[in-house]
Structures are given as structure tokens and as C-alpha cells.
């Protein structure tokens, strides 16, 4: 059955910075909120793009040769091998699109890990 | 690499409705602005859920059981094989993501069939 999701309804549930959580699920793909503030850890996902939708605030993707700046409304795809790292100055909510079983530390691993595949 | 992509700026070059549009892929997934008004045609995909995020107006998914309302800030995943017509009293701007090679008539066909895979 089809249930309508408000993105701020379940990110009123979630306060957590990087940790995402899962909302929907199609096919083996997921949609995660996440809150970021500071700066991640650089990695890559070997296996997989990402996508990256910015609801709220302005979110710095570093890459090792450019930095991609998304602002509310924007999105990017970061594909599969390429290392990055979010940074957010100010809290920035997002949404993500990967395969189900990504790892927000990719390959990098380390304890900026976040438990996956968890629901809110 | 990964490019900035704006909803807005890219609706500013689609005045057509039921006219999907490709604005990036991750892995062999697209994402897909459309705008929509008034009813489409009954459908299913076998093959493949479908994700709809609203971004502006106010969008009716009718089942055969229910019908779900989708504001600004929600998302709902249609599943295979459930038919479904996508309703829009007033302009929504819509946000789809599916599998490259969906169409947006499914299994139906007709008249209504868009031109797929066109990006813009």
C-alpha cells in the first residue's frame, strides 16, 4: 500500500547528526533523511552512485579536485568510486538515494559508521 | 563528476505536462521532473516500484482501494504492479525516480505515452 512520507513529519523524529534513516524503500533502493553539521570522513562506495537531495540548508560535497555546493532544491549524484566528503556548516537536511546495505562510510569504514538500514 | 543539478532551473525549461523528463541517474535509476494537471490513465509497472516526491502543488495517486494526497514535502512509493492514475486538480511539479526504460504509461500504452528517456 502507498502512504504518503512528509520528510519533516519523520526528520521531527530524528535530531542525530549523520545517522541516517531509512523512510521508503523502492525495489532494493533506499531513501534516507540525514541531519549533517561539521565535516564527514572522505570516502568512496565502490559499488554504487549516490544521490544527494538538499531539503534544507547548504551542504559542501569536497571532492579531491572540485567541491560540488548544493542549497535547498538542489541535488547531485556522486558516482560509484569517486571520494568524497560532506561538510555542512550550518545543519543541512538531506536526503539520500542509494542501494539498501550502503554504508554512509563507504569503504573507509572507522567510527563515523552509522548503524544501517535502521527505520524511523 | 558531480554537478549541481536545481529543480527550479530545470523546471524552467519544461513547460509540458505529462512530459517526464530526465535530470540525472544514479547506477541505472533515473530521476525524472514532470509536471502534471488533471488525470492521467490507469497503469501499473510489473516490473518495477515507482517513487514520486512532490515538490510544488497537490498531487492525488488513486488506487482501485484508496487514494493517496501528496503535498509539497511528501513522497510515496507506488509498488509493481498496483494500477494507479496520477490526479492533479491545479499545476504539481513532480519529482519521479524509476529504473531507466520505465514508461510513463506502464503496462497501458496509448496515447498518453511520453517520449522516454529524453533529458534535459
Redesign the interface.
Known amino acids: 500500500?502507498?502512504?504518503?512520507?512528509?520528510?519533516?513529519q519523520k526528520f521531527s523524529l530524528l535530531s542525530e547528526h549523520w545517522s541516517p534513516r531509512v523512510?521508503?524503500?523502492?525495489?532494493d533502493?533506499q531513501?534516507k533523511i540525514a541531519r549533517l553539521q561539521g565535516e564527514f570522513v572522505w570516502h568512496s562506495h565502490a559499488d554504487?552512485?549516490?544521490?544527494f537531495i538538499v531539503?534544507e540548508g547548504c551542504l559542501r560535497?569536497e571532492?579531491r579536485d572540485?567541491v560540488?555546493?548544493?542549497n535547498a532544491?538542489?541535488?547531485?549524484?556522486?558516482?560509484?568510486g569517486?571520494e568524497?566528503r560532506p561538510c555542512a556548516e550550518d545543519e543541512v537536511k538531506l536526503l539520500l538515494?542509494?542501494?539498501r546495505g550502503v554504508l554512509n562510510t563507504g569503504d573507509q569504514g572507522g567510527e563515523r559508521t552509522a548503524a544501517n538500514d535502521i527505520w524511523i
Open positions: 500500500m502507498a502512504t504518503p512520507i512528509n520528510f519533516q523512510i521508503a524503500e523502492m525495489n533502493y531513501f554504487t552512485d549516490e544521490a531539503l560535497i571532492l572540485a560540488v555546493v548544493l532544491g538542489d541535488m547531485c549524484v556522486v558516482n560509484k569517486i568524497h538515494i542509494e542501494p
